[in-house]
C-alpha cells in the first residue's frame, strides 16, 4: 500500500548516537545503522520509497535528553536537536516532520521548547524517552506528578500529541538479567507502567483533550486491559482518576504498531481499542521498514479499514497538509 505515513522513526545526532549502540548487536551492524539514523536525506527516503511511505515524522533516540543528568545541559542539548531537525525537515517538507525533543527534567522549560518547536518549526507533537533522570541516576522521575500538570496544561493548550517512547530501566527484579532491561521486556513494561500511572493520577481528568501514543502494539496494555479494570473494583488503592481506567486508555490513547508485527497480537490491539486507534508506524532502524511495511500489507482486511491504519488517522491526530 502507498501513501502509508510513520512517525515512530529515529534519527540521531553525533552527541546521542551512542545512546543506540548497546542496543544494535555486531559491528557490521553497527556500521550501516549509524548510517541510517545519522541520515535524514537520501538513504531513508529510499527506505520509504520502496516500502510506500509517504511522510514520516522524525524523532531523537532514547533515551538522549531524559538521561542527562544536568538539567542545563539537558535543555541546551533538546534545543540544539531540535534546531537541527527542524533544518533538515525543512529541506523535504514533502516527506518529513519532526517531533520535540524535551528536557523533562524542568517541566516549564520543557513547555516551552514545545511550543518553540510547534511555532517555530511546525513540529506536530512532542516524543519523549520515559522517565527523566535529574541530578543523580535515581530515582526515575515519571510524569503523573503533580510537578508535571503545568507542563500537561501547555500541551492540552498546544493541542499536540505526545508520543510516550520507551528507554531502559533499571527494575531491581531484573538483576543478573540485563536483557531483562530493554527492548525485548523492560521497554514496554516501563512504558506501559507510565502510561498507567497517567491513566490512574486524574491527568486525563484536569486535560480530557490529552493525547497519548505509545508504540509497539499498545505496549501490552490492550491485552490486560479488561482485567485491570476488573481488578481494580477490588484493589483501588491509591488510584485517583474519576472513571475507569479502561475509558481513559480508550479516549486519550492512540497506539502505533511499532516494532510489534504479530497478527494475533494486531488483532486483539484492534478489537480492543478500534479502528482509530491504531496507526501504522515502523521504528526506523531499530526495525526493518521492509519488514513493518510487508507485514501490514499482507494483512487480510479491508482495503478502508487499512487506510486508516496506514494514512488517514495520522493525517487527523496531526493535522497533516498532505495532497
Ligand atoms: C527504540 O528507540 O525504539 C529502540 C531503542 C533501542 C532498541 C530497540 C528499540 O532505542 O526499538
Ligand atoms: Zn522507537
Not at 475507569?244 to 486508555?249: I, P
Request: glycine share 8%; net charge negative.
Amino acid at each position: 500500500m502507498n501513501g502509508k505515513i510513520a512517525f515512530e522513526e529515529h534519527w540521531s545526532i553525533m552527541e546521542t548516537l551512542e545512546d543506540a549502540h548497546g542496543f544494535v548487536g555486531g559491528s557490521s551492524h553497527w556500521d550501516t545503522f549509524q548510517r541510517q539514523i545519522l541520515d535524514l536525506g537520501d538513504i531513508r527516503l529510499a527506505e520509504m520509497d520502496k516500502n510506500g511511505i509517504e511522510f514520516t515524522i522524525v524523532s531523537l533516540n532514547a533515551p538522549a535528553v531524559q538521561a542527562v543528568l544536568d538539567t542545563k545541559k539537558a535543555i541546551d542539548l533538546a534545543r540544539r536537536a531540535n534546531d537541527k531537525l527542524a533544518e533538515l525537515v525543512a529541506k523535504r517538507p514533502d516527506r518529513f516532520a519532526g517531533f520535540a525533543a524535551l528536557p523533562m527534567q524542568d517541566p516549564e522549560a520543557a513547555a516551552a521548547e514545545l511550543g518553540r518547536c510547534i511555532k517555530d518549526f511546525g513540529f506536530k507533537g512532542a516524543l519523549v524517552n520515559g522517565f527523566s533522570q535529574k541530578d543523580k541516576p535515581d530515582p526515575s522521575i515519571y510524569y503523573d506528578i503533580p510537578a508535571y500538570r503545568g507542563f500537561w496544561g501547555e500541551v492540552s493548550k498546544l493541542d499536540v500529541p505526545f508520543y510516550l517512547h520507551p528507554r531502559g530501566n533499571r527494575e531491581a527484579s531484573y538483576e543478573g538479567h540485563p536483557w531483562l532491561t530493554s527492548s525485548p521486556w523492560g521497554f514496554g513494561a516501563d512504558t506501559a507502567l507510565h502510561a498507567l500511572r497517567l491513566c490512574g493520577s486524574g491527568l486525563f481528568d484536569d486535560y480530557p483533550n490529552l493525547k497519548i501514543i505509545i508504540g509497539h502494539m499498545g505496549e501490552g496494555i490492550p491485552y490486560s486491559l479488561w482485567r485491570i479494570d476488573a481488578r481494580m473494583r477490588f484493589s483501588p488503592r491509591g488510584y485517583t482518576g474519576k472513571r475507569y481506567l479502561g475509558e481513559y486508555f480508550l479516549e486519550n490513547f492512540y497506539i502505533t504498531t511499532s516494532g510489534n508485527f504479530s497478527t494475533p497480537t494486531f488483532q486483539c490491539a484492534l478489537s480492543v481499542v478500534g479502528i482509530d486507534r491504531i496507526l501504522f508506524s515502523v521504528d526506523y532502524p531499530f526495525e526493518d521498514t521492509n519488514d513493518a511495511a510487508s507485514w501490514f500489507d499482507s494483512l487480510q482486511m479491508a482495503e478502508s479499514d487499512k487506510l486508516k491504519i496506514a494514512r488517514t488517522n495520522a493525517i487527523k491526530l496531526f493535522d497533516l497538509k498532505l495532497k
